[in-house]
T-cell receptor, first 113, second 112 residues
Framework: ELKVEQNPLFLSMQEGKNYTIYCNYSTTSDRLYWYRQDPGKSLESLFV?????AVKQEGRLMASLDTKARLSTLHITAAVHDLSATYFCASDTRGSNTGKLIFGQGTTLQVKP | DVKVTQSSRYLVKRTGEKVFLECVQDMDHENMFWYRQDPGLGLRLIYFSYDVKMKEKGDIPEGYSVSREKKERFSLILESASTNQTSMYLC???????????FGPGTRLLVL
């Protein structure tokens, strides 16, 4: 079964701290996507990771991909309240031209002042 | 900028009504998707379309149908709305099997 699993599902952290969200996937594709969702809003694309060792950074967020371990990480550096949101990772389904993605359950991040 | 728009942000319907949710994208994307999102259940794929007039069932198609007569437009139809279809509905589009999915703003549907 094609699966994408995120860990943890809920994360409460203090401002200024660092933390990592993990995304394990069992799909056969090595293309991985990260999205952010603010409460009551839609999903916004954050990062697209297309190959082993890919690293993308924007502000306090950095995403990386290890295709051998089938693992992607989203690292948060010196968290601020504005980063409070739900973060989803998603993986492609290789060999398919339908464009279907398999989504993880989402990680809700709460950054406390 | 890619734009995916949905016909309504909020909808209130009665049980048994036929409901149409429309999604339009302006980037010539081949693939389009309808999801529903409920608290604690994540994103669930209802239907998707990989090209005009082509459609495939997702994980939870029961009670829904779709229509894709033009490339830019993908409609989700609730033939006879029921209270358990109260949810947030999200549309997305994507180039043929490549790149990220772009999401619309969502439609919050309440069925009374």
């Amino acid at each position: 079964e094609l699966k994408v699993e995120q860990n943890p599902l809920f994360l409460s952290m203090q401002e200024g701290k660092n933390y990592t969200i993990y995304c394990n996937y069992s799909t056969t594709s090595d293309r991985l996507y990260w999205y952010r969702q603010d409460p009551g809003k839609s999903l916004e694309s954050l990062f697209v990771l297309l190959s082993n060792g890919a690293v993308k950074q924007e502000g306090r967020l950095m995403a990386s991909l290890d295709t051998k371990a089938r693992l992607s990480t989203l690292h948060i550096t010196a968290a601020v309240h504005d980063l409070s949101a739900t973060y989803f990772c998603a993986s492609d389904t290789r060999g398919s031209n339908t464009g279907k993605l398999i989504f993880g359950q989402g990680t809700t991040l709460q950054v406390k002042p | 900028d890619v734009k995916v728009t949905q016909s309504s942000r909020y909808l209130v319907k009665r049980t048994g009504e036929k409901v149409f949710l429309e999604c339009v994208q302006d980037m010539d994307h081949e693939n389009m998707f309808w999801y529903r999102q409920d608290p604690g259940l994540g994103l669930r794929l209802i239907y998707f379309s990989y090209d005009v007039k082509m459609k495939e069932k997702g994980d939870i198609p029961e009670g829904y149908s779709v229509s894709r007569e033009k490339k830019e437009r993908f409609s989700l139809i609730l033939e006879s709305a029921s209270t358990n279809q109260t949810s947030m509905y999200l549309c997305a589009s994507r180039f043929q099997g490549a790149g990220t999915q772009y999401f619309g703003p969502g439609t919050r549907l309440l069925v009374l």
